[in-house]
């Protein structure tokens, strides 16, 4: 469907889904290899890819047709892009995370077996947005979820990691926000001097890697001098 003059939104369903979810990240890869004349930039949802255009310089008809072909085709289907996975080195609790105590007093865990079951399983990245950078995680273990902080924070450090019902995210950038925060990671996930601005991006695995005060401020020093880069598995790696 048309959203404007200079976009167009391909929709996949109607609810969260990783298979939903696959197709619109297949699609956006298609998209970007086809090098369309005048397609400016895509922007993936949980169940949709919006793909915004220059009507001046765009022949908008072949570009209906081209992104209705390419979602028929086999090659938008899931399971046709490699697994990538990102580490994230996160400290949790104490000061990087405040809201670990409440987290584990409402999932009856320990802060020790919330730190478990947050790090023991891989999340998917459905979305990015709120921020640049921020991540929309899927996959994290349903006994941990919890609710939003009634009251919002106003300011929440860059690199914190929350939780928020049944999802788990990071915070890119210094900004407000109402998730429970349980640690943080040392790495800049948003750097706008960097290339690329950002190291998370939507269809990517994210697996949390609880690390010492110690890693935190070496990684964090790295970070901001602008040498450090993540750990990012391959497919055969990720599934190892």
Same mark, same amino acid.
């Given at each position: 469907?048309?959203?404007?003059?200079?976009?167009?939104?391909?929709?996949?369903?109607?609810?969260?889904?990783?298979?939903?979810?696959?197709?619109?990240?297949? $699609?956006? !890869?298609?998209?970007?290899?086809?090098?369309?004349?005048?397609?400016?930039?895509?922007?993936?949802?949980?169940?949709? $890819?919006?793909?915004?255009?220059?009507?001046?310089?765009?022949?908008?008809?072949? /570009?209906?047709?081209?992104?209705?072909?390419?979602? /028929?085709?086999?090659?938008?289907?899931?399971?046709?892009?490699?697994?990538?996975? =990102?580490?994230? *080195?996160? $400290?949790?609790?104490?000061?990087?995370?405040?809201?670990?105590?409440?987290?584990?007093?409402?999932?009856?865990?320990?802060?020790?077996?919330?730190?478990?079951?947050?790090?023991?399983?891989?999340?998917?990245?459905?979305?990015?947005?709120?921020?640049?950078?921020? !991540?929309?995680?899927?996959?994290?273990? *349903?006994?941990?979820?919890?609710?939003? $902080?009634?009251?919002?924070?106003?300011? +929440? *450090?860059?690199?914190?990691?929350? +939780?928020?019902?049944?999802?788990?995210?990071?915070? !890119?950038?210094? !900004?407000?926000?109402?998730?429970?925060?349980?640690?943080?990671?040392?790495?800049? =996930?948003?750097?706008?001097?960097?290339?690329?601005?950002?190291?998370?991006?939507?269809?990517?695995? +994210?697996?949390?890697?609880? +690390?010492?005060?110690?890693?935190?401020?070496?990684?964090?020093?790295?970070?901001?001098?602008?040498?450090?880069?993540?750990?990012? /598995?391959?497919?055969?790696?990720?599934?190892?």
């Amino acid at each position: 469907m048309t959203a404007g003059d200079g976009c167009v939104v391909a929709e996949f369903g109607d609810s969260i889904d990783m298979a939903i979810n696959s197709r619109v990240a297949a $699609l956006g !890869s298609a998209v970007a290899k086809m090098d369309f004349p005048g397609v400016l930039d895509m922007v993936p949802s949980y169940r949709s $890819l919006a793909v915004y255009f220059d009507p001046v310089n765009t022949d908008v008809k072949r /570009l209906y047709a081209r992104l209705g072909e390419l979602c /028929l085709k086999e090659d938008t289907e899931a399971g046709h892009e490699r697994r990538r996975t =990102i580490i994230v *080195p996160t $400290l949790y609790g104490g000061e990087w995370g405040p809201d670990m105590e409440d987290v584990a007093a409402h999932t009856g865990f320990s802060p020790e077996e919330v730190i478990s079951r947050h790090s023991g399983r891989d999340c998917y990245c459905y979305m990015l947005g709120f921020t640049p950078g921020f !991540s929309y995680l899927g996959g994290m273990d *349903p006994a941990l979820e919890t609710p939003r $902080l009634k009251n919002p924070r106003e300011v +929440i *450090p860059a690199g914190s990691v929350g +939780i928020a019902a049944k999802q788990t995210g990071v915070y !890119s950038i210094v !900004s407000p926000g109402g998730w429970r925060l349980i640690g943080r990671t040392p790495m800049l =996930i948003f750097d706008p001097n960097r290339d690329p601005a950002i190291f998370l991006e939507a269809g990517m695995w +994210i697996r949390f890697r609880p +690390i010492d005060k110690a890693e935190f401020d070496e990684i964090e020093a790295t970070s901001k001098e602008g040498t450090y880069r993540p750990e990012i /598995l391959e497919e055969e790696e990720a599934s190892s």
